[in-house]
């Protein structure tokens, strides 16, 4: 074991150290050590490729020293920074694997950690440098994008054009599994080793390592279909290879078979490495062909089927969640008006009903008390009408019964104490539970305005256009509204999702705040499908 | 005086029938639909048409659209509409042709004999009735707004009585001052506001209304 990698471990325990000291400072958010692994993310990573960098520079103590170190205080205390860091870093130890490549195929006669690789001049372990690094290029790249690194938009540009879309039923790991066939059909067939022949040596064999890791990699994530295709024929001949190989040796000349090599030292045990290998690869073929098959049995047809039905499943959990939070709020709507009736118009009555029957036994007796419990009654009475009122509003406001979204939202904001411009532009019938839903969403937005922004003056804008409705409430107030803070903007939120409706607020510090509600006009549901 | 009631439910329209026969006035029609009413007040051209906003056949606006209808074909036809609530969209509606002889009150205030049949008198005489609900949303919709904000606070209390339409004895009497005083809290308002001053009630509330209905 390098030195390098003892100073790893004691910085790797200091870190520990220091994580496990924070963690026990009271802090709020992450609780346990699963909460602080979980806070730091793709961060974590930078330790090993720390790791990685520190042992490649092994006989550069110092610098070791210092590169885990200061992965080491990123990912304690900058985690987020850590996180960006991954991907360059990433990306960086791909360039390094390319120019050490090189540098072997030109005489470089030192040895090196790559990876998980010593690599030397006479090593085969230096051949896995190349794909080593083309892996860490394409891991690199994807990460870029998780974890939204300066580049990512580029990356993520470039990747909608070229990314399979249709993924099939090709799990990604079926399709991983060409890597391991390209890397021993190259040891095997390879352009510097053609069955133990060296054929090509230098730079050119670099080149073509690299080109066919790449291409590999490539068609891992542009098809994998066929990518499984190529792994399961490539599993099943290189098994039966194999077992050719085992079964005649020696009268097959030697070479180098996955971990056995022939060439260099034929014992008898590496008989046993080549039958084992084999089969393994005999028995992942054998599994990965029928579902290669059956991926390719599927007609177009059917294929579009498969995407229509995830798009189905994708439909339904939707429809599932909003059903279940559309039913919630019916329900809690249902026992407010339970309990304002309960507490209110119905109490008021009962008050009206004593009173009356107090004042019919005074009324002989005392005419001049009875007057005052039926002026009693009365107020009552008056304060019954005013509750429902109130109530009749909440649950759907009377002119939206009579007129429509258009004049409701123009009496809405009439009441507004703030000056407000209504400009309206809808079709003539808008069905009323998307009418209503509009029409709650808009009143929110205008309370937000008036109480919580400070606005001067608010504009409302109905539109309809390209199957959408759409309500745009601007106000000159102070902004900052935030949709995940309060409870009010995300009940708008939850009442849109019920007609795939969606709520976008924008709101800078120091205003305007701008209130966007689109509902689609024509949706699945028959129930908002007329406008 | 003459009256035709459109109002769909029977408890509440026999109880408009009976409160207003006691109070010496003449019910000539009570019909329950909007084609009803809007044929009762034309063919009967009552001095006042009392309306609830929602009838058949729609439930919906029919009572109002009804009285405006009418309205157009008899200009100034004096019309009380009755509501379970307010909205100030409608008031403006039925303010809008200036003409005067206008009511809209909740129904709640047909508790009040006195106050209610001096609204259908004031209308009948071509004056405007508005429910303190209504103005009260116009008030605080300028209280914040030059030059409403610039008022004192009683002459804001007069401003809002004036706008529901009340006649200067009435805000005195409310107010518990001389009509006097009344007078001078008027002149002062339409100082401010900006108005030419007028001695005609009528004319003055719809310059109020105008004004606050105004933005």
């Known amino acids: 074991m390098s030195f390098a990698y003892l100073v790893s471990l004691l910085l790797l325990g200091s870190i520990a150290f220091a994580l496990v000291r924070e963690m026990r400072k009271a802090s709020p958010r992450p609780a346990g050590l699963r909460g602080h692994i979980r806070a730091r993310g793709w961060g974590l990573l930078l330790l090993p490729i720390a790791l990685m960098a520190a042992a490649m520079t092994g006989h550069v103590h110092a610098l070791a020293v210092v590169e885990l170190a200061t992965a080491g205080a990123l990912v304690t205390w900058a985690p987020r920074l850590a996180a960006k860091l991954v991907p360059y870093a990433l990306l960086a130890l791909a360039l390094f694997g390319l120019i050490l490549a090189k540098k072997y195929y030109d005489g470089f006669s030192n040895h090196v950690d790559y990876g998980l690789v010593l690599a030397g001049p006479s090593s085969w372990r230096t051949r896995l440098v190349l794909p080593q690094a083309a892996l860490f290029f394409v891991v690199g790249l994807w990460l870029l994008v998780v974890v939204r690194a300066p580049g990512a938009g580029l990356i993520r540009a470039l990747a909608g054009r070229w990314l399979d879309p249709r993924r099939g039923g090709i799990a990604p790991v079926q399709a991983l599994l060409l890597i391991p066939v390209t890397g021993l059909a190259m040891q095997l067939l390879g352009p510097g080793n053609w069955f133990g022949v060296q054929a090509l040596t230098g730079l050119d064999v670099a080149l073509i390592d690299l080109g066919v890791a790449t291409a590999t990699l490539v068609l891992i994530f542009r098809s994998r279909a066929w990518a499984a295709t190529l792994a399961a024929a490539g599993l099943l001949v290189l098994g039966a290879y194999g077992w050719v190989v085992a079964a005649f040796w020696p009268v097959v000349p030697g070479f180098a078979y996955g971990f056995a090599d022939l060439h260099n030292s034929p014992e008898h045990a590496q008989f046993w490495s080549v039958a084992l290998e084999a089969s393994a690869l005999l028995a992942a073929g054998l599994w990965l062909a029928p579902r290669v098959m059956r991926e390719h049995q599927m007609l177009p047809a059917d294929s579009e089927l498969a995407a229509r039905a995830q798009q189905l499943t994708q439909r339904v959990q939707t429809l599932t969640r909003t059903r279940s939070e559309a039913v919630d709020t019916a329900v809690a709507e249902l026992r407010r008006i339970e309990r304002d009736l309960h507490d209110g118009a119905q109490a008021r009555l009962v008050a009206v009903g004593m009173s009356l029957q107090a004042a019919e036994r005074l009324f002989a007796s005392n005419p001049q008390a009875a007057l005052a419990l039926v002026g009693e009654a009365k107020e009552s009475s008056s304060r019954a009408l005013t509750e429902l009122r109130d109530l009749v509003r909440g649950i759907y406001p009377p002119v939206l019964a009579d007129r429509g979204l258009g004049d409701a939202i123009r009496a809405l904001a009439l009441d507004t104490p703030l000056p407000t411009v209504v400009d309206v532009d809808l079709p003539e019938q808008v069905d009323l539970p998307v009418a209503s839903a509009i029409y709650f969403s808009v009143a929110e937005a205008l309370a937000n305005a008036a109480k919580h922004a400070h606005a001067r003056s608010v504009r409302i804008v109905l539109s309809q256009a390209a199957g959408m409705l759409r309500a745009e409430v601007t106000d000159d107030g102070a902004g900052g509204a935030d949709p995940a803070a309060g409870t009010g903007l995300a009940g708008v939120e939850r009442r849109l999702a019920t007609f795939d409706g969606i709520l976008a607020v924008s709101s800078p510090p120091g205003g305007p705040t701008i209130v966007v509600i689109e509902v689609p006009c024509a949706s699945s549901s028959a129930k908002t499908s007329s406008c | ?215």
């Open chain 2, 1 to 215: 005086m003459r009256i035709v009631i459109g109002e769909d439910l029977f408890l509440l329209r026999e109880g408009l029938v009976r409160l207003l026969t006691a109070h010496g006035f003449e019910v000539v029609a009570a019909v329950a639909s909007a084609p009803e009413l809007l044929r009762a007040l034309v063919e009967e051209r009552p001095d006042v048409g009392i309306v609830d906003v929602r009838l058949p056949p729609t439930h919906t606006d029919d009572g109002l659209r009804a009285a405006l209808q009418a309205r157009g074909q008899v200009p100034g036809l004096p019309v009380l509409v009755l509501s379970q609530y307010v909205e100030q969209l409608y008031a403006r509606e039925l303010l809008a042709d200036q003409a005067g002889a206008v009511g809209y009150l909740l129904k709640d205030r047909v508790f009040n004999d006195d106050q209610f049949t001096g609204a259908i008198r004031t209308v009948a005489a071509g004056g405007t009735v508005l429910d303190p609900e209504v103005v009260q949303k116009l008030m605080v919709r300028h209280s914040r707004t030059e030059p409403v904000a610039r008022l004192t606070p009683r002459e804001r209390e007069v401003l809002g009585l004036m706008a529901e339409g009340r006649s200067n004895a009435a805000i005195a009497q409310r107010l518990f001052i001389t009509e006097k005083a009344v007078s001078k809290h008027a002149a002062g308002i339409f100082g401010k506001l900006g108005l030419e001053p007028s001695d005609d009630d009528n004319r003055r509330v719809l310059a109020v209304l105008a004004y606050l209905g105004s933005c």
